[in-house]
Nanobody, 129 residues
Framework: QVQLVESGGGSVQAGGSLRLACVAT????????MAWFRQTPGKEREGIAV????????YLADSVKDRFTISQGRAKNTVYLQMNRLKPEDTAMYYC??????????????????????WGQGTQVTVSS
């Protein structure tokens, strides 16, 4: 059974930083594409970062690329999202997602939610002004 567990969310003032972590267990493939999405009530889920745990390639959405960094831990089943210079508009529930290489359709679909079969429960990030 695949499980993705996020942690590290919380409340912070604008300009502050948080680091989210996602630990995946039960994945058949040792190397996977792992991504971060976020969602606020009434809005569609937005993909913000993705990486392949077998390489250093990563992508960040334009809305966060100058402030956020996605990285993997020493264990290939862990990814982090370092969020700096947080803004109130970053307030959202942040979700980790994973897709194994056989189901990966290419970086052109990197933020296509339907491509990701595995999701965590989310961790809330609240940024106050």
């Amino acid at each position: 059974q695949v499980q993705l567990v996020e942690s590290g969310g919380g409340s912070v003032q604008a300009g502050g930083s948080l680091r989210l972590a996602c630990v995946a267990t039960g994945l058949v493939d040792s190397l996977n594409y792992m991504a971060w999405f976020r969602q606020t009530p009434g809005k569609e889920r937005e993909g913000i970062a993705v990486l392949y745990t077998g390489m250093t390639t990563s992508y960040l959405a334009d809305s966060v690329k100058d402030r956020f960094t996605i990285s993997q831990g020493r264990a290939k089943n862990t990814v982090y999202l370092q969020m700096n210079r947080l803004k109130p508009e970053d307030t959202a529930m942040y979700y980790c997602a994973a897709v194994p290489p056989p189901l990966w359709r290419g970086y052109g679909f990197r933020f296509d939610q339907g491509m990701y079969p595995y999701w965590g429960q989310g961790t809330q990030v609240t940024v106050s002004s």
